[in-house]
């Protein structure tokens, strides 16, 4: 698929940023870096699942670990340092197809020669107001993020799926006691995954179970749940010290459906990695970065190096098209 590029004005970006988390931040970094004054548009989440995380101690460079947050004020200064423009601004609409691509903020138009998709993906949660005060002080929706802060504790992981059943094995590494709950008394997980969970001895399950309260919020860390068996309706409290979600993600490229080749839970399909496509024929000048194409590892460093990827493709795509 060949573009046709018309005559630009002197409002065309060369490349906006859609996202403001690791995989955004860093192609903001080298876009910046490249000359390409890049526009970052924070969207609704700024900053990504990092922004809700407390200590990272598995990103390169931080032997000691560093707060969430921090890593991203960091990363928006750095891109800022080398002439990234960041807007707090939420996509509204998109014609992808355009050349300039023509993207709605608002009540405004931007006109770009590329845009990189960078909005990620969002945790699902229970939305119990106890869990989301908690979350970062004992509530997570990582495990690899966040087993290591398990060690030595009874925790609870929550679903029934292979995300769930997955989360469940690699959290006892770390923890004494897993105890998987699930709100039926069917799993969607696969068979094999399953009986692995079913066969570890750490690990109980609780079916027709659902989490009524996280208790803790007043000393901010988890010190137990309270839970409810929807057959009998009885009600207790199980004691753990740690809450993992395990019910998966939901992709944020909900604006992009219909304008471009997604599975079905909504990630985008990428050829090569980086280049959006539709009907299977890439996109000229549409690239995307981090979790809203990665279902499988979802950390901040390969985001990170998507993002860096994405950069490096639009640098490319840019200087073939003469910019």
């Known amino acids: 698929m060949t573009p046709e590029i018309t005559t630009p004005t002197p409002e065309t970006r060369d490349v906006v940023i859609l996202g403001s988390g690791c995989a955004g931040l860093t192609a903001a970094i080298y876009a910046a870096r490249s000359n390409l004054k890049p526009l970052v548009l924070e969207g609704h989440e700024p900053g990504g699942q990092l922004s809700i995380t407390t200590l990272v101690e598995n990103f390169p460079g931080w032997p000691d670990g560093i707060q969430g947050p921090e890593l991203i004020e960091n990363m928006k200064l750095q891109a800022q340092r080398f002439g990234a423009e960041l807007r707090m601004a939420h996509l509204s609409a998109a014609d992808l197809t355009a050349h300039p691509i023509k993207l709605t903020v608002g009540k405004d138009i931007i006109h770009t020669r590329t845009v990189i998709i960078a909005s990620g993906a969002s945790a699902r949660w229970l939305n119990l107001p106890s869990e989301q005060a908690l979350i970062g002080n004992g509530v997570s929706s990582c495990a690899t993020c966040d087993g290591f802060f398990a060690r030595g504790k009874e925790i ?3 679903g029934g799926g292979d995300s769930a059943m997955e989360e469940a094995l690699f959290l006892t590494r770390f923890a004494t006691k897993v105890t998987l709950i699930n709100r039926t008394d069917r799993f969607r997980a696969s068979p094999i995954m399953l009986e692995r969970a079913k066969a570890h001895p750490s690990i ?93 590892y979802r950390q901040a460093i390969t985001a990170a190096g998507s993002g860096c990827m994405a950069a490096l ?5 840019l200087e073939a098209h003469g910019r």
Do not use: W
Not at 205 to 227: A, H, P, W
Not at 313 to 317: C, M, Q
């Open 204 to 296: 109980r399950f609780m079916t027709s179970t659902i989490v009524e309260e996280v208790l803790g919020v007043e000393e901010k860390d988890v010190k137990g749940l309270r839970i409810k068996n929807t057959v009998s309706g009885e009600v207790s409290i199980l004691p753990v010290s740690f809450m993992f979600l395990g019910i998966g993600h939901i992709p944020n490229a909900q604006a992009f459906k219909g304008m471009m080749d997604l599975d079905e839970d909504g990630y985008i399909l990428a050829s090569d990695d980086v280049h959006c496509t539709l009907n299977g024929q890439v996109l000229p000048g549409v690239f995307c970065a981090g979790d809203i194409k990665d279902r499988k």
């Open 156 to 158: 609870a992981v929550i």
């Open 313 to 317: 493709e639009v640098e490319k795509y």
